[in-house]
């Protein structure tokens, strides 16, 4: 590739986005000891950086449109700036979430599209597809690497340090952003506010109805929430199904009326004719589904590396590392290959290698851990991601013309967001319903005395927690059992955090699998022997 400049200032905003969320994760039990706060407040801070997102990332596309790629993306970079300043500054979780769930969130959705569009804008040809696979593979390793950069700043240092270099990031990417061209010209477009209203509104139920499923249930309530101690569960089906479900009607709605927009002339949030172009389609439905694998699988290892064998953060950034380094050398095979190969075939052997990895990361869950199994397999899921990265993003942003790649930029957006929260619901639900049903049975068939197994049945009647399992002695100790007991009780749930593991391992192969059907719209053509943007549709 000729030039690199633009590449690395915009590789390293995305890398600051993803970044964000997974070094947290691992970093909520600090910043809950730091700021006196809570888990569950924690949570709703995570939660509500995602809804943010979802809420408004197609407004976001649709800013850069209108202030111009560039200007959007050096706004949202300063919001962002500022976000993870007042983060960093936070003397209580009340000024962490507007810092970073809100002020972080609104400075993601300018960012994000800006930077899919301005790839598009500054390269073309064999540049371009290099240059989408070097966004793709920091996406990843920003993902693979936050638990190892969280965990030992937070273990050696502090959490807040994280967003100071957030910050400071930042601040040089908008000093070096003039090197970026914008070649496209601005839109003198009015924004629909009914559109952004059922767009964002319909969004957050969707993403929120799905990301709190793993605790409310999908249709049978189970720790459903509360007012005045009455449970909110309609007609006794949980509120997630009903979130979900108002969530696609306003969906329906606002397809509706962008529809109805484009025919009477004026300007629609998105336009609806893309999702006819059939690599454009199927290039977004293969991108969620990459990224709820990739949910799934970062929701899985660290409850098997730290809730089942114990490691700390630092540890489990360390055993998660072989992923970040095939993943980026895989990227730039997959650059590589595109000579030779469609980018059909590349991502079809990515997500064949993912279901692969699948398989060997299940044969590896036990209670000793099989490092050279394990870390194989992380290594090989790092290769199938980063082949999916070298085409993903110009499968996609080639399938129109460059007025419309912002539009583009918001839907990955979208689809990213929506595959994360499916991939963690699932997931999450399949691991918690699988470890809740195995321990009761593991219980039921012990030799524990009926006196403990009431008091057991009793006291998870509500829903079984994810534990450290070597806390399952302490707590069983507070409750009046004598050791034997206690040492048993903690064999049964450790036994059945393993079982939980494979259910939910076996889970992520059949939907690794499932994704391979998503693939067939992807060009099938090497590069440079296909016309370009030929299926595109005229503009509306």
Same mark, same amino acid.
């Given at each position: 590739?000729?030039? %690199?400049? !633009? ?10 986005? !993803? ?14 000891? /730091? ?7 924690? +949570? ?5 950086? *995602? ?12 800013? $850069? ?60 040809? *064999?540049?371009?597809? #290099?240059?989408?696979?070097? &966004? ?22 502090? %959490? ?35 559109? !952004? ?25 189970? +720790? ?42 004026? +300007? ?72 030779? %190969? ?22 590896? !869950? ?26 993903? $993003? ?10 419309? #790649? ?25 691991? &918690?319903?699988?470890?809740? @049903? ?10 524990? @005395? ?6 057991? @049945? ?14 399952? /002695? ?23 955090? &393993? ?42």
């Amino acid at each position: 590739m000729k030039k %690199w400049s !633009v590449v690395v200032i915009l590789g390293a905003a995305q890398f600051v986005m !993803v970044l964000d969320g997974t070094v947290m994760n691992v970093s909520i039990s600090t910043v809950v000891d /730091d700021l006196d706060t809570t888990v569950t407040a924690m +949570q709703a801070a995570i939660t509500f950086y *995602t809804l943010t997102m979802a809420a408004l990332m197609l407004l976001g596309a649709k800013l $850069g449109d209108v202030w111009g790629r560039r200007r959007a993306f050096v706004v949202g970079s300063c919001v962002y700036a500022l976000g993870s300043l007042l983060t960093a500054l936070s003397p209580n979780v009340q000024t962490l979430f507007i810092g970073w769930s809100v002020i972080e969130g609104v400075g993601a959705v300018l960012v994000i599209p800006a930077v899919a569009a301005l790839i598009a804008d500054n390269y073309e040809g *064999t540049d371009r597809i #290099t240059a989408f696979a070097v &966004i793709g593979a920091v996406s990843g390793a920003a993902v693979a690497a936050g638990p190892l950069i969280g965990g030992f700043l937070t273990t050696y240092a502090s %959490w807040r340090y994280v967003f100071v270099g957030e910050v400071v990031i930042m601040i040089i990417v908008v000093l070096f952003t003039r090197v970026i061209a914008d070649r496209t010209a601005r839109q003198a477009s009015h924004i629909d506010v009914w559109s !952004v209203l059922l767009s964002a509104v319909g969004l957050v139920f969707v993403v929120f109805g799905m990301l709190q499923s793993k605790t409310w249930g999908w249709i049978t309530p189970t +720790q459903s929430p509360e007012i005045g101690g009455v449970p909110i569960a309609p007609l006794g089906i949980s509120l997630c199904a009903w979130l979900i479900v108002a969530g696609g009607g306003l969906i329906a709605l606002f397809v509706r009326r962008q529809r109805r927009l484009a025919a009477t002339g004026r +300007q629609p949030l998105v336009d609806i004719g893309l999702f006819g172009i059939t690599r454009l389609r199927s290039g977004l439905a293969v991108l969620g589904a990459q990224y709820a694998i990739t949910a799934g699988l970062f929701f899985m290892v660290p409850v098997y590396l730290q809730m089942t064998l114990g490691l700390d953060a630092l540890e489990t950034g360390l055993k998660i590392f072989p992923l970040s380094i095939s993943l980026i050398l895989f990227s730039i095979v997959g650059t590589r290959l595109s000579r030779l %190969w469609s980018p059909r075939r590349i991502v079809r052997v990515g997500q064949v290698a993912l279901v692969l990895s699948s398989i060997m990361l299940l044969a590896s !869950v036990d209670l000793e851990l099989a490092n050279l199994a394990f870390g194989l397999g992380m290594f090989v899921a790092g290769a199938a991601l980063g082949l999916l990265a070298s085409q993903l $993003g110009n499968v996609n942003m080639s399938s129109v013309g460059e007025a419309q #790649t912002s539009e583009v930029g918001g839907l990955q957006g979208v689809f990213q967001n929506l595959g994360s929260s499916l991939g963690t619901a699932l997931i999450g639900s399949v691991l &918690i319903g699988a470890l809740a @049903s195995s321990f009761a049975v593991g219980v039921s068939s012990s030799e524990l @005395s009926a006196e403990t197994k009431a008091l057991v @049945s009793e006291q998870t009647e509500s829903g079984l927690a994810i534990i450290p399992a070597a806390d399952v /002695d302490d707590i069983a100790a507070e409750v009046g059992l004598d050791k034997t007991e206690s040492a048993e009780l903690t064999r049964i749930y450790t036994d059945s955090q &393993i079982s939980s593991l494979h259910t939910a391992f076996f889970a992520l192969i059949v939907i690794a699998f499932f994704a391979l059907f998503f693939s067939r719209g992807i060009p099938n053509e090497v590069i440079g022997k296909r016309p370009e943007r030929a299926d595109a549709p005229p503009a509306t």
